[in-house]
């Protein structure tokens, strides 16, 4: 009798080694993919770590013993990835989803001043200087950014502040404000083109002045109480159709005690242009159609106004190391009755101090044209100064 054994469990154990093979180099593939990360330093120390991401010159290294890291390119002599990453130049003026396949894509490698990437296709890039290379940002975050809605409390930005004053003396007073504002920007960062925008603000400030009653040469004056009670709010929705023009649809609703102001409703719709656009600062003008509602308190029915008319608006926000200004300039005029028109200011510094925290200072000036007649007569200005202590909200998407 023949014996069969042998040659079968011969052929077995030689396709489990021709399985094996493969299986092996692309094990080895995949162990050189998750290499950390090298940095040299222009002192000589290596760093072994994640590259982050680059903009604007900043290079972002995380090193599990140092954290996050952010340096200049004059610090840095060397640098090397095992994951791919892509590049986006100054000469770019195109960053949306459909331009991202002409992102030059592929492993870093920095050296003598030039940004080489080494594609899984073995295509040839022709280096790049690091002063062009605007941003460095790995594949799985710019398809992320391109191609992905954040959920609905992902990627907001903005802040809260808080103030109040408390005087007892001859008088009694007291007076509180605060604001609340969030704004998100899809994609979420602002080296790619942005889809849209929305945001929303409120802000609220209440005040009493109370004075007692007293006596004085046989005379008794009652007791008296000054109040005051501002409150606004507003929210926009921009839709970009370039990168710096949008389509907008806004809301706002106002009450202002000391000018007699009930409610004042704004609904309305129009366009946009971002005329100024750097790192540091930005700068939008904007127009709009709208239905304007103005309901009053110590006027009668027929003070209360229906208005078409529009909102003619400047946003201007600039930021530094050491210190963020906003500005709003608005200007509400009435088609059907031109004496209805009203424009408001807005300025705000804020000064960061620790972590998210910050001190901020602001005013809001706001002029109605046309309040109805009461007594005592009502100013048409207001004015608002507020001190309080801010919270940053920062996107974490």
Not at 207 to 224: D, E, H, L, N, R
Not at 237 to 256: C, G
Request: aromatic residues 10%; charged residues 15%.
């Amino acid at each position: 009798m023949r014996c069969t054994l042998f040659p079968r469990c011969y052929a077995f154990a030689l396709s489990l080694l021709l399985a094996a093979v493969p299986l092996t180099l692309c094990a080895q593939g995949a162990d050189k993919s998750k290499e950390p990360d090298t940095l040299v330093l222009s002192n000589g120390d290596t760093l072994h770590g994640t590259l982050v991401q680059e903009t604007n010159g900043t290079v972002t290294f995380h090193s599990d013993a140092l954290g996050d890291i952010k340096l200049d390119w004059e610090k840095i002599q060397s640098l090397h990835t095992s994951q791919a990453f892509a590049v986006l130049g100054k000469q770019m003026k195109k960053r949306d989803k459909h331009a991202a396949e002409a992102f030059p894509r592929g492993t870093v490698e920095v050296a003598n001043g030039l940004v080489t990437l080494h594609p899984e296709n073995g295509a040839t890039i022709a280096p790049i200087p690091v002063k062009s290379a605007q941003v460095i940002v790995s594949a799985p975050e710019l398809d992320k950014e391109l191609r992905h809605e954040p959920g609905f409390l992902e990627g907001w930005n903005g802040a809260a502040t808080a103030g109040a004053t408390l005087v007892t003396a001859t008088q009694n007073s007291y007076a509180v404000s605060g604001s609340v504002g969030l704004v998100r920007t899809v994609p979420t960062v602002t080296w790619l083109d942005p889809r849209n925008r929305t945001s929303a603000d409120f802000s609220a400030s209440f005040g009493k002045i109370t004075q007692p009653s007293y006596t004085s040469g046989g005379v008794f004056t009652p007791a008296t109480t000054t109040k005051s009670s501002i409150l606004h709010f507003d929210a926009e929705r921009d839709q970009y159709f370039s990168p710096r023009m949008f389509a907008l649809a806004q809301t706002a609703f106002d009450h202002n005690f000391s000018q007699d102001l009930d409610l004042q409703q704004i609904y309305g719709g129009g366009l946009g242009w971002t005329f100024l656009k750097t790192p540091i600062q930005e700068a939008d003008l904007k127009a709009t159609m709208q239905y304007e509602k103005q309901q009053f308190i110590a006027g009668s029915t027929e003070a209360n106004q229906n208005l078409i008319g529009s909102t003619f608006s400047v946003n201007y926000l600039l930021k530094l190391k050491l210190v963020t200004y906003a500005q709003e300039l608005s200007f509400i005029p009435a088609y059907n009755n031109p004496r209805a028109y009203s424009a408001t200011e807005t300025n705000t510094l804020t000064f960061p101090t620790y972590k998210n925290f910050g001190f901020s200072v602001g005013t809001l000036d706001s002029y109605l044209n046309d309040p109805p007649l009461t007594a005592p007569p009502t100013r048409r200005n207001s004015f608002q100064f507020t001190m309080g202590v801010t919270y940053a909200f920062k996107s974490k998407y």
